[in-house]
């Protein structure tokens, strides 16, 4: 499966964004991962095929994560943005079982990432 991202910018702290990632193909599970300079991956929400979501305490409140599945097409759209939000923001996607058990660093496929700026 490929995965291609988009959307990503520079904004300034309590800004939007919206990311979209789009699939080559059918999937069971997308995923929001990012990974902040110097720092490990760090799962931000999945959504599985059924609709079903899963947020990290990072994203809840303030980032909403959709899919488009006759597109299989993924977006997240992300609200009042903090500097520590600031990463590049991978899609990824995998089975059910990775998204259900949020175990991210198993996703089978990833993209090229799309970067994020928040500036204070």
């Known amino acids: 499966v490929h995965l291609a991202e988009s959307g990503g910018g520079s904004v300034q702290a309590g800004g939007s964004l919206r990311l979209s990632c789009r699939a080559s193909g059918f999937t069971y599970c997308m995923a929001w991962i990012r990974q902040a300079p110097g720092k490990e991956h760090e799962g931000v929400a999945n959504i599985e095929a059924d609709g079903t979501t899963n947020y990290e305490d990072s994203a809840k409140g303030r980032f909403t994560i959709s899919k488009d599945n006759s597109e299989n097409t993924m977006t997240l759209q992300m609200t009042n943005l903090k500097p520590e939000d600031t990463a590049m923001y991978y899609c990824?996607?995998?089975?059910?079982?990775?998204?259900?058990?949020?175990?991210?660093?198993?996703?089978?496929?990833w993209g090229k990432g799309t970067l994020v700026t928040v500036s204070s």
């Open positions: 990824a996607t995998g089975s059910t079982y990775v998204c259900e058990a949020r175990n991210y660093n198993a996703m089978d496929y």
